[in-house]
C-alpha cells in the first residue's frame, strides 16, 4: 500500500492525488525493490552514497530509496550527496537548500573538475568520458571518507540501452552498464537501483513531485553526442513500434551463449554430435601387442 500518512517523508509529501500517479509511484517503487532484490544489493548496517546530480533521475532514485527505507525494506543509512563540477551556471544553492529542507542527511563537495576538461579536451570534442572519469574518483573518495560501502547512480533503463547500442555502434562490443559492479580497487560496490525504471517514469514522477530539476547540458558539450544520437534512434524505433525498448531491454537479461560467436564466452571446442564416440579419459591403455 502506498497510502499517505502523517510520518510520510518531505520528500514524498505533497504527491498528486490521482490514481494515474499513485500507479506510476507504485511501479517505481516496485520495480527499485525488484533490481535491489535480485542483485543482492543490501547488506543489513551499510551505509550508501546517493549522487544527486540534479535531475530527474537522481531525484526518483532518491525518492524511492527513502521509501523503502521508511517502509522497513532497505535497511541501510542514506547519504545524499552531489558534486558541484564548475560548471558554467550551475545553481549551486538548489540542491543544497532542498536537501535542508527536506531534512535528508547529506553532502555538498565542490570540485572545479570543468577547467581540467576545458583545458584537455580538444576543441569540438565532447567532455564527457573525461568528465565522468574524474566525478566517479570524487564519489569514491568521498565514500570512503564517510565510510560508505557503495556509490548509488540514478541510471534507468534508457541509459542501460543507449549505452548497450553506443558500445555495439561505436566500441565493438556487447556491453552494457550492470546494475551492481565492484569497482577497479576492489573495496566499493556500484548500485543502480533504477535498472528496470523507464526514463519516461522517471521524468513523470519528479515533474509531478516539482523537484527542481536542473538541466543537464549547462557544460554546453551536448551537441553531437553518441549518446545523443542512439537516443534519437531509439525514440524513433519506439514510436514505429510502442514497447520495443521494453523487448529489447529483456534481451539484455536473455543471452543465450551458445547462440553468440564469442568463443571465450562459450566452449565451441567441446561440442560434439551424439554419434561421434567420446575418448575415455580415464580408460587403461591398450597393452596387447
Not at 547529506?106 to 577547467?115: A, F, G, L, M, V
Not at 576538461?117 to 574518483?137: E, F, I, M
Not at 556509490?151 to 552494457?176: I, K, S
Amino acid at each position: 500500500m502506498l497510502d499517505e500518512t502523517a510520518d510520510l517523508p518531505l520528500i514524498l509529501q505533497g504527491a498528486p492525488d490521482t490514481t494515474e500517479f499513485r500507479k506510476l509511484r507504485k511501479r517505481i517503487i516496485r520495480e527499485t525493490r525488484s533490481v535491489i532484490d535480485q542483485y543482492g544489493m543490501v547488506e543489513p548496517g551499510a551505509r550508501w552514497l546517493v549522487c544527486l546530480s540534479g535531475g530527474k533521475d537522481s531525484y526518483t532514485l532518491l525518492a524511492a530509496l527513502i521509501e523503502l527505507k521508511w517502509r522497513g525494506l532497505l535497511p541501510v543509512d542514506l547519504l545524499a550527496c552531489n558534486l558541484d563540477q564548475g560548471q558554467p551556471n550551475f545553481p549551486a544553492t538548489v540542491l543544497p537548500e532542498f536537501l535542508t529542507r527536506m531534512q535528508i542527511p547529506h553532502r555538498i563537495e565542490y570540485q572545479d573538475t570543468y577547467s581540467i576538461v576545458v583545458d584537455k579536451v580538444p576543441q569540438g570534442r565532447t567532455y564527457c568520458a573525461l568528465c565522468s572519469r574524474l566525478r566517479r574518483g570524487n564519489l569514491y573518495r568521498i565514500a570512503r571518507e564517510e565510510g560508505c560501502s557503495a556509490v548509488v547512480l540514478g541510471h534507468h533503463r534508457d541509459d542501460l540501452l543507449e549505452t548497450f547500442f553506443m558500445n555495439l555502434f561505436h566500441g565493438g562490443r556487447l556491453a552494457t552498464m550492470p546494475p551492481k559492479l565492484v569497482n577497479e580497487d576492489g573495496d566499493l560496490f556500484v548500485y543502480r537501483p533504477l535498472a528496470f525504471v523507464p526514463e519516461d517514469d522517471c521524468d513523470r514522477f519528479a515533474r509531478a513531485m516539482n523537484y527542481p530539476i536542473i538541466p543537464c547540458d549547462l557544460c554546453g558539450s551536448q551537441e553531437g553526442l553518441q549518446r545523443m544520437q542512439v537516443k534519437a534512434l531509439l525514440n524513433e524505433w519506439e514510436r514505429r513500434s510502442p514497447g520495443r525498448r521494453n523487448v529489447m531491454f529483456r534481451a539484455l537479461m536473455n543471452i543465450r551463449p551458445s547462440h553468440m560467436p564469442d568463443p571465450q564466452l562459450f566452449d565451441f571446442l567441446a561440442l560434439a554430435r551424439n554419434d561421434i564416440p567420446r575418448p575415455e579419459l580415464n580408460a587403461a591403455p591398450d597393452l596387447t601387442l
